[in-house]
């Protein structure tokens, strides 16, 4: 499974950004797709996961600033979010997991949140 990642890029706090991931080879054993974070020097965490009954998982439980949706017969999904803070710059990594085979990677795309 190969995942292309685009959307990044610098933005003022309050502003908006779409990141889209993009799904590409042997699909058909993913299970969820979604979007990791990592900020300097911290771990990598979840932002939001989207399986493929639709159910979503999100790391922050307020809903409202991130959305995730999905587009089937594109094999993408897109995160959408708001309302964006300074704490929400980091790396963001487009995800794809398999119960069978394990997780997927996409190369992660910048985001950063300044003035």
């Known amino acids: 499974v190969q995942l292309q990642a685009c959307g990044g890029g610098l933005v003022q706090p309050g502003g908006s950004l779409r990141l889209s991931c993009a799904a590409s080879?042997?699909?058909?054993?993913?299970?969820?797709m979604g979007w990791y974070r990592q900020a300097p020097g911290k771990q990598r965490e979840l932002v939001v996961l989207?399986?493929?009954?639709?159910?979503?998982r999100y790391r922050d439980p307020v809903p409202g600033r991130f959305t995730i949706s999905r587009d089937n017969a594109k094999n993408t999904v897109y995160l959408q979010m708001n309302s964006l803070k300074p704490e929400d710059t980091a790396v963001y990594y487009c995800n794809a997991w398999s119960r069978t085979v394990g997780d997927f990677w996409g190369k992660g795309t910048q985001v950063t949140v300044s003035s």
């Open positions: 989207i399986t493929t009954d639709g159910t979503t």
């Open positions: 080879g042997n699909i058909f054993n993913i299970n969820s």
